[in-house]
């Protein structure tokens, strides 16, 4: 059984290569995206752990809770105090700061898409275990004001060498700078710093930048003698430390620090993820359909094993065997294709500023078992329902001319189908309405309990749509359609698994578009009925700037008023809180709807909170709000409730001061310029002179702020359609594959079909027509499903905010044209084989 198993597997290579490509892109998937995630963590571990000293000395609240310097600090003296501990080596005192931006030499920012611009001052110092950390491969350190050191990575992205002037753009109140590239730095055992831009100056510099001329450090790294363990320095150098001071061993520092930022970057691996296992369900149905096609094009050489004494467990087994070689063969090519993929994802993600290139992939075991594992598993569990259909022919069919595969009961598949559409919309109920735990998953199950179960349903439900399409095709296309209609119909169970994988692919691509288009016209409403002011300064980048702008602004001719908008993270019983800020004397011109109390009172230590947080958080006017910040725990007093406005989308709103004290750094996220009565749309050109130097800030009207809101969302949308493309591919490859097979099948009706005359072109029509029923019933199914999970995942959101459901219609119709297409097209090879056939050996064949 084993050698006839073996031999019909290599019997019928082509027919089993495209089953065998689906499966290897499920699998590359799952490889690549381990190998991604496993690159990026040991990537970020060995940056921290290079970039942190033996011991850390710190203030407590020295950072804010995303990782960014506060306006704690250390004073210099401490320095020298540190070295003299016993078994300490030296001590260095470190400046540090964020929003540093290099310019390049086409006036254009270097960086800025998600890691960080790095400035701060330069020190030889060794990092923890006497690493090597960054070292000087070109130059020299900086030893006066007015010069610089740049990392290599983006001394090349910027185009300068040693002795150019380099010109930055800080987020300080020295909006612009230039200084003398003296020297390029980077990691001597071949690190990188993942995206992140670093310049650094002589420490005098760094100072008068960032500390605002404090003879004082951010941090302290204090390096260990030889034989001297980080803990034990670490025990020594706390009984130093005045109060408010916490010494941290580096191995500690780093594993938070990288644990932190592997933490936020984590969407990554499990959005990759998600998309692996769409692939490997739409595989299945791929592989299903294979599987059941060659075992009915079989059926006479299994009932004829089973007339020769094999049972059905041998027989089923056998077909098992085939799905079991299938699987290796699979997991071993998509495994190395996920290698290859892996190099594509770090490629995409430097492009948004997460630059990989300077680590080496890395290839775990656990990549290589779960590959195996994804592979032969799906393939095995795809093919099992095929492989005990066989042990259900009869071994007296052999002696039968035509020999009929059992299929289950349609009554059986609509009740099972039925059930699990139940079930699964009963989940999505749950997960998107109800307070279930882990809410996603409900979701994500009741979703793709819906998909299967009317998969299975589908070749009952399908069948006026079948028995329309047959009639359209008799009217429009005379005998030679009413025979594409009536293959359709022979084995709906086979057309709409066909049709199922395509389902899939296109709901999930018409549930994003819905919410797509939804969120952008929610920005659009939010944006028309709550802007205020003529314009707004933002970041390019959704980051900081120096508040130096809005005094500038506030002198241009033609602006009446000013309101600047800060954003701060604190925490409240251990978790992220955020807050708002902004001048007293402006907060009526965010023109908030107050509920309750007033802001008119606000004052340094109050807040005013949206009404949708007091709610939750049972919190009213009189109340005080406990927060920990970088200067200690505070509690604030409740002032006001505001009705939920975008303008202010973090809950909590107090005055700038309060930020300030609370030892957040000065500096501002959003300007809002209020024109005088005829300044005109020159006013704009004006504001857009002030920021002419500074690259990372916009100007932005009504209209220009909104397509900036709407722009991520594009992006989003866009990156997620390139994914499901995935899906969509291996599902076209699904129609290719069951029309080639049944041509195969098919090959003695076929040439009996050309005998009575039936010419090539009208063969290669009738096959066309085939694929394109198979399509666009799959486009209608998908359409149907994706309208419903969008409008109702929209309706779920109303409370977040998303309160404008929209159907994009010309998208959805556009989908449905492009089945019609895709069905065109995967008819293409099974048409023109069928119609190479000879007829007489076509009818000959047994």
């Known amino acids: 059984m084993i050698r006839a198993a073996l031999k019909s597997l290599l019997g019928r290579k082509l027919r089993l290569l495209m089953s065998?490509?689906?499966?290897?892109?499920?699998?590359?998937?799952?490889?690549?995206?381990?190998?991604?995630?496993?690159?990026?963590g040991r990537s970020f571990t060995a940056l921290f752990a290079s970039t942190v000293g033996d011991v850390v000395v710190q203030p407590e609240g020295g950072t804010t809770s995303q990782g960014a310097p506060s306006t704690q600090t250390l004073p210099a003296a401490l320095v020298d105090e540190l070295a003299e501990v016993e078994g300490a080596a030296r001590a260095d005192g470190n400046v540090e700061a964020v929003g540093v931006f290099v310019v390049d030499t086409d006036g254009k920012v270097v960086g800025g898409l998600g890691p960080p611009a790095l400035g701060g001052n330069w020190n030889d110092a060794p990092a923890g275990h006497g690493l090597t950390g960054l070292t000087i491969q070109e130059g020299r350190a900086p030893e006066r004001s007015g010069e610089v050191v740049l990392d290599a990575r983006t001394a090349e992205r910027a185009g300068y060498g040693i002795g150019d002037d380099v010109p930055f753009v800080t987020s300080t109140d020295r909006l612009n700078l230039d200084a003398e590239l003296v020297g390029i730095a980077e990691f001597a055992e071949g690190g990188s710093l993942n995206g992140a831009t670093l310049a650094q100056f002589d420490t005098a510099t760094a100072q008068e930048l960032f500390l605002e001329g404090a003879d004082a450090y951010n941090d302290i790294w204090v390096t260990a003698e030889d034989g001297v363990s980080q803990e034990e320095l670490a025990e020594r150098v706390r009984e130093v430390l005045p109060a408010g001071v916490e010494a941290v061993t580096g191995d500690d520092a780093a594993d938070e620090a990288a644990s932190d930022l592997l933490e936020a970057v984590s969407f990554l691996t499990t959005f990759l993820l998600i998309f692996a296992g769409i692939a490997l369900v739409v595989g299945s149905f791929l592989i299903v359909n294979t599987f059941s096609i060659l075992v009915a094009q079989r059926s006479r050489e299994l009932a004829l094993l089973r007339a020769l004494g094999a049972s059905k467990r041998q027989v089923t087994w056998s077909v098992q065997l085939e799905a079991?070689?299938?699987?290796?063969?699979?997991?071993t090519v998509g495994l190395g294709l996920g290698v290859l993929l892996a190099m594509g994802i770090r490629a995409v993600t430097a492009t948004f500023g997460l630059d990989l290139t300077g680590q080496g992939l890395v290839f775990s075991p656990r990549t290589v078992l779960a590959a195996y594992a994804v592979g032969v598993l799906v393939t095995m569990a795809a093919a099992w329902l095929p492989a005990r259909r066989t042990a259900r022919i009869a071994p007296v069919q052999a002696l039968r001319d035509d020999v009929a595969l059992p299929e289950s009961s349609m009554r059986r598949r609509l009740w099972a189908g039925l059930v699990l559409v139940v079930g699964g919309l009963a989940a999505l109920a749950a997960g998107l309405f109800a307070d279930v735990p882990r809410a996603g998953w409900w979701v994500g199950l009741g979703v793709l309990a819906v998909l299967l179960g009317v998969a299975a349903a589908s070749p009952v439900l399908s069948r006026p749509f079948l028995s329309a399409a047959r009639a359209a095709y008799a009217r429009?296309?005379?005998?030679?359609?009413?025979?594409?209609?009536?293959?359709?119909?022979?084995?709906?169970?086979?057309t709409t698994a066909t049709a199922s994988a395509l389902m899939i692919g296109l709901t999930l691509a018409c549930t994003m578009?819905?919410?797509?288009?939804?969120?952008?016209?929610?920005?659009?409403?939010?944006?028309?009925?709550?802007?205020?002011?003529?314009?707004?300064?933002?970041?390019?980048?959704?980051?900081?700037?120096?508040?130096?702008?809005?005094d500038r602004m506030a002198g241009v001719d033609g602006v009446a008023s000013v309101l600047r908008e800060r954003f701060a993270f604190a925490e409240r019983d251990g978790e992220?809180?955020?807050?708002?800020?902004?001048?007293?004397?402006?907060?009526?011109?965010?023109?908030?709807?107050?509920?309750?109390?007033?802001?008119?009172?606000?004052r340094d230590d109050t807040v005013v909170v949206q009404q949708s947080w007091a709610e939750e958080e049972g919190v009213g006017v009189g109340d005080t709000v406990t927060l920990d910040l970088p200067t200690g725990e505070a509690a604030w007093e409740v002032v006001g409730v505001f009705e939920d406005d975008p303008i202010v989308f973090l809950p909590l709103l107090t005055t700038v001061d309060t930020l300030l004290a609370a030892g957040f750094p000065d500096r501002d996220n959003y300007i809002v310029v209020d024109a005088e009565p005829g300044a005109g749309p020159a006013l704009q050109d004006r504001l857009e002179e002030v920021v002419a130097d500074s690259p990372v800030v916009t100007v932005k009207d009504e209209a220009g702020f909104a397509a900036e809101q709407r722009?991520?969302?594009?992006?989003?949308?866009?990156?997620?359609?390139?994914l499901l493309g995935l899906a969509l591919v291996i599902a076209v490859l699904g129609i290719v594959n069951t029309l080639a097979l049944s041509v195969i099948e098919r090959t003695r009706e076929v040439g009996l079909l050309r005998a009575i005359g039936l010419s090539r072109?009208?063969?290669?029509?009738?096959?066309?027509?085939?694929?394109?029923?198979?399509?666009?019933?799959?486009?209608?199914?998908?359409?149907?499903?994706?309208?419903?999970?969008?409008?109702?995942?929209?309706r779920a959101l109303r409370d977040e905010g998303l309160d404008v459901v929209s159907v994009p219609a010309g998208q959805l119709a556009a989908f449905l044209l492009v089945a019609v297409v895709v069905g065109v097209l995967a008819a293409v090879l099974p048409a023109r084989r069928a119609a190479r056939l000879d007829v007489l050996r076509a009818i000959a064949t047994d």
């Open 20 to 40: 065998t490509f689906a499966i290897v892109l499920g699998v590359a998937f799952v490889a690549g995206s381990l190998v991604f995630s496993d690159t990026l």
């Open 324 to 331: 079991l070689v299938l699987g290796l063969v699979g997991s």
């Open 476 to 494: 429009v296309f005379g005998a030679v359609g009413n025979l594409a209609g009536q293959n359709g119909l022979r084995n709906p169970r086979r």
């Open 513 to 550: 578009a819905i919410v797509g288009d939804s969120a952008k016209a929610t920005v659009d409403k939010s944006v028309e009925e709550n802007f205020v002011g003529d314009y707004v300064v933002s970041s390019a980048f959704g980051g900081e700037f120096s508040p130096a702008i809005a």
């Open 576 to 602: 992220g809180q955020g807050v708002a800020a902004t001048d007293p004397d402006t907060v009526d011109d965010l023109g908030l709807t107050l509920v309750e109390g007033s802001a008119d009172p606000l």
């Open 711 to 722: 722009e991520p969302i594009d992006q989003l949308v866009l990156m997620i359609f390139a």
């Open 761 to 794: 072109a009208q063969l290669r029509l009738m096959i066309t027509l085939e694929s394109v029923v198979i399509a666009v019933l799959g486009a209608v199914l998908g359409v149907l499903l994706g309208t419903f999970f969008g409008v109702a995942l929209m």
